[in-house]
T-cell receptor, first 115, second 110 residues
Framework: NAGVTQTPKFQVLKTGQSMTLQCAQD?????MSWYRQDPGMGLRLIHY???????DQGEVPNGYNVSRSTTEDFPLRLLSAAPSQTSVYFC??????????????FGEGSRLTVL | GEDVEQSLFLSVREGDSSVINCTYT??????LYWYKQEPGAGLQLLTY?????DMKQDQRLTVLLNKKDKHLSLRIADTQTGDSAIYFC??????????FGQGTELSVKP
């Protein structure tokens, strides 16, 4: 079982460059989300989606775009990278609705450095 | 506002019990969760407790919930070096999204 797959695992960007972090899940989960993890700040929700064609903003959405054209894929786009976006990014998915929505399945993370 | 607080570090000796504490703010949270993050990996759900329970035990793990004080704890009995990880507490307010604490880094010394 692949679960949640994120690519790339590591990336270095220069300020102003754009890039896309890929996320794919093979569990037919309706809910997908992106978090960033920074030291001492836990995980902060960037964007999320409750199904194909539906996306919404989380706690820290500025500088990021998402789209959800299929159930399986949920890419995160950095429009113009800034050093403040240096972080570890996690994609997570779950079934939508009911008590199980707290059980998120996480990818292994993408470590991004912006110079 | 909604907030989940944890201490950042805990160090124990192998074989001792570890207790990781968490406070949360939203009394509407129906479920509270503990996630574990091993080095270089994503988070994995460790256990959860329904808000009408006081305690839940699962092998070496014991979760205690004090709903009045909005305090959650995770006790790991007979802590092993393989338990070294970051542990995240999380709450899910009614109708809202998961809110994570900052994570507690558990270091187990042989």
């Amino acid at each position: 079982n692949a679960g949640v797959t994120q690519t790339p695992k590591f990336q270095v960007l220069k300020t102003g460059q754009s890039m896309t972090l890929q996320c794919a899940q093979d569990m037919n989960h309706e809910y997908m989300s992106w978090y960033r993890q920074d030291p001492g700040m836990g995980l902060r929700l960037i964007h999320y989606s409750v199904g194909a064609g539906i996306t919404d903003q989380g706690e820290v959405p500025n500088g990021y775009n998402v789209s959800r054209s299929t159930t399986e894929d949920f890419p995160l786009r950095l429009l113009s990278a800034a050093p403040s976006q240096t972080s570890v990014y996690f994609c997570a998915s779950s079934v939508a609705g009911g008590p199980n929505t707290g059980e998120l399945f996480f990818g292994e993370g993408s470590r991004l450095t912006v110079l | 506002g909604e907030d989940v607080e944890q201490s950042l570090f805990l160090s124990v000796r192998e074989g001792d019990s570890s207790v990781i504490n968490c406070t949360y703010t939203d009394s509407s949270s129906t479920y509270l969760y503990w996630y574990k993050q091993e080095p270089g990996a994503g988070l994995q759900l460790l256990t959860y407790i329904f808000s009408n329970m006081d305690m839940k035990q699962d092998q070496r793990l014991t979760v205690l919930l004090n709903k009045k004080d909005k305090h959650l704890s995770l006790r790991i009995a007979d802590t092993q070096t393989g338990d070294s990880a970051i542990y995240f507490c999380a709450e899910r307010p009614l109708g809202g999204k998961l809110i994570f604490g900052q994570g507690t880094e558990l270091s187990v010394k042989p």
